[in-house]
């Protein structure tokens, strides 16, 4: 059953097939300004989410106590101005312990609850269905579409997996991921319909039992044959999401093979670069010309390990907007580069990157989509909004949406069960260009055994 959005209507009765019961939402007393169903509409191929009230309530938190309310809001959530902040206050949109705020000089204290309802503006995410690759009675096996986060999460409520489908089979349904793919990452994604079969697919995930294949786009021509990265990586920095490799870093593996390679047109016509030069002396960068689609294999786990290893072989994602970026690593893109003497470098490179230098996609750290996404994805329109006076932006592009990275199968090393999705469109060959159109399988082993590559540290993050 394909998982589609429709206009907002009245009443969203469960589907026919659908085996969970109606649910009427709660009262609002008890979860206020929460519509249903969730304001879904599709426009020129984005899913959007008409503008809503939303309140917010959280407890004073240890940082909070002896100071005013304006303060707070004023420092602690800088997405909007004081001013706007003083204006909620006054209006009765920030309340304190379901009561009018006295003043803006009202100082909160220890067990305090601060309810703030505002008029939310979702970004847009990616109106592709999420398909479905099997169902049964305890899993639901998705292709989850680039650009869409799995749980709610900073600006996104519910342009989100799990509302996308709650919203789908019914307000009383609780879908349960197994595993996690980033918002900008595509493909399989496990569903559990009950705690118990979550639990269990989720150990399985976490152990050695399951076997992933993604499907990435690179920049320039990968090596033929199985290259097998072995080079440990470490958390440079948790704020904006930098990962490196590193000697002192967490083991990790992984094998690749290349699909394909597409060189540039003028290459495959035998004519000179673009920009007149015969060669790539002194730029290293320009040997990286035309991309290939390489099939990727995690043995371990680690936090972007294969954006990280393609990064160190010197063929990154094409459009990852961290890894990619030569504003942020030069012109070798971070080939081969081990060491630690530039990291300040580019962490402070990295983190003016959702300022005033832009990469090419949007941000793909949670830490960063805030201030990235309002500079570069959604350009100011120079409106503001009618009921609330926040600025307006224009939608994203659809190649700002979703990095080339895909999770196109997971199967049980016991044979038990086996989950793939087709190639991508992005990975498909281009105009005037033959290619594989499909991955291969037992066609097209892997002479590597991922076996015998285990480590004894069973942690895995993907």
């Not at 209507?9 to 929460?34: G, H, N, Q, S």
């Not at 979702?122 to 639901?140: F, K, N, Q, R």
């Not at 995930?205 to 470490?234: A, Q, S």
């Not at 994203?396 to 080339?404: D, K, Q, S, T």
Request: hydrophobic residues 30%.
């Amino acid at each position: 059953m394909a998982l589609v959005a429709s206009a907002p209507r009245d009443k969203y009765p469960p589907l026919p097939d659908d085996k969970f019961p109606w649910k009427e939402p709660p009262a609002v007393a008890i979860t206020p300004c929460d519509p249903w169903p969730p304001p879904y509409y599709l426009q020129d191929g984005l899913r959007k989410v008409t503008p809503y009230h939303y309140t917010y309530n959280t407890f004073c938190k240890e940082r909070w106590r002896g100071r005013e309310i304006l303060d707070i809001f004023a420092s602690e959530f800088r997405d909007r101005p004081a001013e706007y902040y003083e204006k909620a206050i006054v209006e009765g949109r920030v309340v304190l312990n379901g009561q009018p705020v006295p003043s803006t000089k009202t100082i909160v204290k220890n067990g305090d609850v601060i309810s703030h309802t505002l008029h939310r503006h979702e970004p847009p995410c990616t109106a592709t269905p999420i398909g479905i690759v099997h169902e049964d009675d305890d899993l639901i096996v998705i292709n989850k579409p680039a650009g869409m986060p799995v749980h709610p999460a900073g600006r996104y409520n519910f342009n989100s997996i799990i509302e996308i489908m709650r919203a789908d089979r019914g307000y009383g349904w609780n879908p349960l991921p197994c595993n996690r793919l980033d918002r900008l990452t595509s493909g399989i994604m496990f569903i559990g319909k009950h705690r118990q079969a979550a639990e269990d697919m989720s150990a399985q995930i976490r152990t050695r039992t399951v076997k992933k294949e993604y499907i990435t786009r690179v920049v320039g021509e990968f090596p033929e044959g199985e290259v097998v990265c072995e080079k440990p990586i470490l958390q440079i920095s948790p704020k904006l999401g930098l990962n490196r490799v590193r000697a002192n870093g967490k083991e990790a593996t992984t094998v690749f093979k290349r699909l394909a390679y597409y060189p540039p047109k003028d290459e495959a016509k035998g004519e000179e670069h673009a920009n007149g030069e015969s060669g790539p002396e002194g730029q290293p960068w320009k040997k990286l010309r035309g991309y290939s689609i390489v099939r990727c294999f995690p043995v371990t786990g680690r936090t972007h390990q294969l954006r990280v290893h393609l990064q160190f072989l010197g063929h990154p994602i094409s459009n990852d907007p961290i890894y990619a970026n030569q504003r942020v690593f030069g012109p070798s893109l971070g080939r081969g580069h081990s060491e630690s003497e530039n990291d300040e470098d580019i962490m402070s490179r990295l983190s003016r990157m959702g300022k005033e230098e832009v990469a090419d996609a949007v941000a793909y750290h949670d830490e960063m989509v805030e201030a990235y996404e309002k500079r570069k994805a959604e350009r100011r329109t120079g409106e503001l909004c009618e009921v609330c006076d926040t600025e307006l932006y224009s939608d994203p592009g659809a190649h700002e949406l979703g990095i080339y990275l895909h999770a196109r199968r997971y199967r049980c090393e016991e044979g038990k069960w086996d989950y793939e999705t087709g190639l991508p469109d992005w990975a498909l060959p281009p105009p005037g260009f033959e290619g594989p159109t499909e991955s291969t399988k037992e066609t097209d082993p892997l002479a590597v055994d991922l076996e015998k590559l285990g480590l004894e540290d069973k942690e895995i993050n993907k």
